[in-house]
């Protein structure tokens, strides 16, 4: 039964954090492939699912954000597009049990639409491939995250939409323009709330970016512009350069602080992005409660 994301959102839905950070955490070097690991190393893989289960995400994503063919290509792995993206899939699907959610995460190509770059067909057979071996290997759902240019996140939900029945959100990175409420394209949320209705998107929402109080105003535009569920991943503020390491100054307590105001602005999911950990999580689900 295909899940219906109006009805699931009707109460507050917490989902899960990081997972580049942390399997960066678990020995991953930075620069390399995370998607190689859904085969060269599934348990690494398998604890970044299972520690969000156990902090209380009810919906978890699936280590697939760069399993696409342009993206596996500079790693040597184009071919393995479809194998990675159905390991990726199953090992989350192990991890949640019956109990959790699985949201199949694609990310962009890296390819600028408007610069020509890639014929639209050849992008969208490659968001057609990562979304097909996605559903087979049992996802709830897809959430396409991280977009900054409107017209790539148009080509890939018009994909998804056509080789799947999976539910799809669509999600951009707001944190550019004056009040740091634009994609680094120039998008608004009005904007990607106007196609993701026209393109039948089952949900619309932010992820990465600045911080959460950031995605409070980018929620409360998007609630404006329309009536689907809305999806936030903000992440852990914004990173800073400490003992040549990238380190998220944002705590789970303070970042737990704004949930109330993502959900009056209108989030019906919430979660974090890069910085964001399972006590991330655990905090966020504890001031969900609170809100209940």
């Not at 997972?19 to 690494?44: F, K, Y």
């Not at 959900?263 to 905090?283: L, M, V």
Request: aromatic share 6%; net charge neutral.
């Amino acid at each position: 039964m295909t899940l219906d994301l109006k009805v699931y959102s009707s109460k507050v839905r917490v989902t899960d954090g990081a997972w580049g950070t942390q399997l960066q955490a678990r020995g991953l070097p930075p620069g390399a492939c995370p998607e190689l690991w859904n085969v060269e190393n599934p348990r690494a893989v398998e604890a970044v699912a299972q520690s969000y289960v156990a902090a209380g995400s009810e919906i978890i994503i699936t280590n697939t954000f760069g399993g696409n063919r342009f993206v596996l290509g500079s790693h040597g792995a184009a071919a393995r597009t479809a194998e990675l993206c159905r390991a990726g899939a199953a090992i989350s699907r192990k991890a949640a049990g019956k109990g959790v959610k699985v949201f199949g995460s694609i990310g962009p190509t890296g390819k600028i639409v408007m610069m020509g770059e890639v014929p639209e067909k050849e992008l969208a057979a490659a968001f057609a491939e990562a979304a097909t071996a996605i559903e087979l290997a049992g996802a709830d759902a897809i959430v396409l995250e991280s977009f900054s240019e409107l017209e790539e996140i148009r080509i890939a939900l018009d994909a998804a939409k056509r080789a799947t029945k999976l539910p799809v959100v669509a999600s951009m990175t707001f944190a550019s323009g004056p009040d740091k409420t634009r994609s680094m394209m120039g998008t608004s949320p009005a904007e990607l709330a106007k196609l993701a209705e026209e393109e039948g998107a089952d949900a619309v929402g932010a992820n990465c970016g600045i911080g959460p109080e950031n995605y409070v105003k980018v929620a409360a535009l998007l609630r404006e512009a329309t009536g689907l569920p809305i999806w936030t991943k903000p992440n852990a503020g914004v990173p800073k350069i400490a003992g040549g390491k990238t380190v998220f100054p944002m705590g789970p307590a303070e970042f737990a602080s704004y949930v109330s105001r993502l959900i009056e602005a209108g989030a019906n999911f919430i979660g974090g992005c890069c910085g964001t950990t399972p006590e991330h999580i655990r905090a966020i689900r504890e001031a969900v409660k609170c809100q209940s």
